[in-house]
């Protein structure tokens, strides 16, 4: 059974930093891109960053680019959300994914509970 | 970037009913379609990819259409467990944006 289990959200101050972890079981997962997707309070989803199976490519959305660092430890079965300069606008629940292909097709099969990061101003 | 508009942004309907969403690509993006479900507190649910591909587990009265860059998802015969928001999003280039959401409300 795939499960995936984000962890580290918390409240921070405007322009700090934060990094989200997402555990994952039940899959190689070195075989599969993973995703960030994000969902402001009673707002709706928006993709944030993605990487491939091997960790080589990441793509982000613009809001984040420059901000954001997508990477994964395939040895650990986890995949990491670094969030730098953080703003009020980043204020969301955030969903690790799993892609159903090696690389970043934005096919989200499954996803895990979310964590939640506020940003105060 | 590609952006998506969902019509409407809410739904109400009883069981048993036939609903349609529809969703609109602003540029072009072929078949690169997808569908989600999402009830409260839960991360979105996989339903359909590339315009009409049913996932793995997804009862067969969710379907769904393309007619160039308008899509849609149609559920036949709406069951209880159906109300929920649902989302496009579009896979044909990043950022793999979604569409802003449909509620489906009893009514």
């Known amino acids: 059974e795939v499960q995936l289990l984000e962890s580290g959200g918390d409240l921070k101050q405007r322009g700090g930093s934060l990094r989200l972890s997402c555990a994952a079981s039940g899959f190689t997962f070195s075989d599969f891109a993973m995703s960030w997707v994000r969902q402001s309070p009673g707002k709706g989803l928006q993709w944030v960053a993605g990487i491939s199976g091997g960790g080589i490519a990441t793509y982000y959305a613009d809001s984040v680019k420059g901000r954001f660092i997508i990477f994964r430890e395939n040895s650990k079965n986890t995949l990491y959300l670094q969030m730098n300069n953080l703003r009020a606008e980043d204020t969301a629940t955030y969903y690790c994914?799993?892609?159903?292909?090696?690389?970043?097709?934005?096919?989200?099969?499954?996803g895990g509970p979310g964590t939640l990061v506020a940003v105060s101003s | 970037d590609i952006q998506m508009t969902q019509s409407p942004s809410s739904l109400s309907a009883s069981v048993g009913d036939r609903v349609t969403i529809t969703c609109r690509a602003s540029q072009t993006i072929i078949n690169y379609l997808n569908w989600y479900q999402q009830k409260p507190g839960k991360a979105p649910k996989f339903l359909i990819s590339d315009a009409s591909n049913l996932q793995s587990g997804v009862p067969s009265r969710f379907s769904g259409g393309r007619s160039g860059t308008d899509f849609t998802l149609t559920i036949s015969s709406l069951q209880p467990e159906d109300f929920a928001t649902y989302y496009c999003?579009?896979?044909?280039?990043?950022?793999?944006?979604f569409g802003q959401g449909t509620k489906l409300e009893i009514k």
């Open positions: 994914a799993k892609d159903n292909s090696l690389a970043v097709t934005g096919h989200l099969d499954y």
């Open positions: 999003q579009q896979s044909y280039i990043v950022p793999y944006n």
